[in-house]
């Protein structure tokens, strides 16, 4: 499978993933969505009547967020000439993650913030539903400054699981791109894992990668 369709989720305090999304669209040449959820507090509980006014500007203060961080990625992203959209995501307040992992389904490839443990916010919750309900390949990247997306040595944990198989399938892409791929099994007894990891380095050369 190629990389040709790959999602982005941003929050305000984001400061890795989307330039590193944006790098890693511009090597595969692939056409990028930029997300980003805005908490919507009118729809979680009944409020009071006189609080809907101050609840609506909430919600309006959040869509001009949104939009301002995704436009500002966008003409970014555009600079590297990745083609490049925006969706701004509407959820219920409270029920953050919830919407993402639904939406990763329509995309090759998820890319996503670790969460910071210095700034609690969404980002575990948004982490897990895209890598638990999308059933789409997921990217996690740090949330201390990297360099932008390469593809150089590859390191594949394996150990002959059928999660482990899912992964790798999903990881072919990069595989074919890397510089070098090595492959890494631990096991209680090693022999047959070992033999297994020796499985898949051939497997890779008929894919034309060396392992």
């Known amino acids: 499978m190629a990389i040709k369709d790959v999602v982005v989720v941003l929050d305000p305090s984001s400061r890795t993933v989307g330039p590193y999304a944006a790098s890693l669209a511009a090597l595969f040449g692939a056409h990028l969505t930029a997300t980003m959820l805005v908490h919507d507090p009118t729809t979680s509980v009944a409020w009071p009547e006189a609080s809907v006014p101050v609840l609506t500007s909430v919600l309006e203060a959040s869509r001009e967020e949104a939009r301002r961080t995704l436009e500002g990625f966008a003409t970014t992203a555009q600079g590297l000439g990745v083609a490049v959209e925006t969706e701004p995501v509407e959820v219920t307040l409270g029920l953050p993650g919830r919407a993402l992992g639904p939406l990763a389904r329509h995309f090759d490839l998820a890319v996503v913030e ?98």
């Open 114 to 211: 670790q969460p910071n443990p210095d700034a609690p916010g969404d980002r575990e919750m948004m982490v897990e539903s895209v890598l638990f309900e999308s059933g789409r390949p997921a990217l996690i990247v740090p949330d201390v400054p990297i360099t932008p997306f390469r593809l150089e040595t590859i390191l594949v944990a394996w150990d002959a699981s059928a999660t482990a198989a899912r992964a790798f399938g999903d990881a072919m892409p990069f595989l074919e791109r890397a510089k070098w791929v090595e492959i890494l099994t631990v096991a209680d007894e090693p022999s047959e894992t070992e033999a297994s990891g020796e499985r898949m380095v051939r497997h890779l050369e008929r894919h034309a990668i060396h392992a």
